[in-house]
């Protein structure tokens, strides 16, 4: 996606796939559906990258820490799917199924690496942590015109306070 985010219609695909108008409106009938599609490309993309990542650290802090890294990395790296997620005020929203898909993973990641104390609703906890990481670096990347390590540090900061908020006794 070489455009803004305003620039996706059913017309400029229509230009950029060389199909024909009406062909185009059978796979996508409103311009939305194209940034579903998209959207769920994108996270599919980065619960892959996460899935094949190998977390190198025992304890919570710094496995949350690597996890947040790697997301970061998709994003830094993936011009387009900060466009669609991050930069713009994500309309239609990334579908909640597929953020607790990504939110399982890093749960299974974590656990992986050091069994997480018992919580209440530890699928809830974690779906809240995924979406803190996405909109701190949504803010980060907003406030700055670019991700950079600041956006890292307080997603880490602010995920990690909330695992303990729910761990704590």
């Known amino acids: 996606m070489d455009g803004e985010i305003n620039d996706l219609s059913i017309a400029n695909l229509t230009k950029v ?7 185009t409106y059978k796979f996508f009938p409103h311009p939305d559906d194209i940034k579903i599609a998209l959207i769920e490309r ?12 190998n977390v190198g650290s025992s304890e919570h802090h710094q496995t949350l820490k690597e996890l947040i890294n790697e997301i970061y990395l998709y994003f830094k790296e993936n011009i387009s799917a900060q466009k669609i997620i991050l930069a713009n005020t994500v309309n239609p929203p990334v579908d909640s199924a597929k953020l607790q898909a990504l939110s399982n993973l890093l749960v299974n990641k974590i656990e992986a690496a050091n069994k997480l104390p018992n919580m209440f609703n530890k699928e809830g906890v974690f779906l809240v942590i995924t979406q803190i990481i996405i909109s701190v670096l949504s803010l980060n990347l907003k406030e700055n015109n670019e991700l950079n390590e600041i956006g890292t540090n307080e997603a880490l900061r602010a995920s990690y306070a909330y695992l303990l908020s729910c761990t704590t006794k």
Do not use: H, M, V
């Open 42 to 53: 994108y996270i599919n993309e980065l619960k892959e990258k996460l899935e094949n990542f």
């Open 17 to 23: 796939a060389d199909l024909k108008r009406t062909s």
